[in-house]
């Protein structure tokens, strides 16, 4: 998409964080633009007419000249939606960390329809079904899709466990997680596209968990927001 001078978007704010003096540096996600930091100015001064502009996991119109592969400041905008109603749910806010530090580590330029997709989705409906569901699409999108049909190590077709450090099932011998026979038949029909949100069945986020450290070894990232929810 091209952009040009006192151009605007459409998107969210996924971080803020102090930049400068009274300046902060925003993380946006736009619908053209796709993943860019802005500098919001004046933003920490009392009683700014900016702060609006600000606030993490929020949807926004940001007006700003465009520059490309230069550091841009947000001229104006106007909030959008501040999901007031969802803020004091601590899953929700956990989700939004999340999808924030996905995006920022794992952005790629030739992929902006699908991260548009992405955050649209999980915005949209913030759940932990449809983020499992957006995760396991992040992991086949980025081509480290797990063996699914049988032993990844042996070849064999008896499925005992499933191993995120030789990426995917494997026999008995391997074992080590204690994943039930209907959690792995989860896991199965998720990245063979068998399963829709209604039909998942994944209480304390076991496969949830599982996929996002699956993510983690195979792509080398961490996320610290989902480690200090799911270690609690």
Known sequence: MKLKKNDQDTGF??????????????????EKIGLVRFVLAGYYK??????RLGIEFSKVKLMFNYKENSLMRIQS???LESYY??????????????????????YQNNQQSFWLSFIQSVYKRPTQNNLLLEVVKIIKESGIT??????????????SDFSIEHGGFVSKAYRKTNLNLEQLKQIRSLFKGDLTESMIEDKDAVILDLCIRYIEIHMDVKFNSWKLYYDV
């Open 13 to 30: 704010v996924l971080s803020i964080t102090p930049y400068r003096e009274s300046d902060a540096m925003v993380h946006f996600f736009g």
């Open 46 to 51: 009392p009683q700014s007419k900016q702060s």
């Open 77 to 79: 905008g106007e909030l």
């Open 85 to 106: 109603d969802k803020r004091e749910e601590y899953n929700w806010l956990v989700y939004m960390s999340l999808v924030s530090e996905i995006l920022v580590k794992l």
């Open 146 to 159: 797990p063996v699914v049909d049988y032993c990844v190590v042996s070849g064999s077709q008896k499925i």
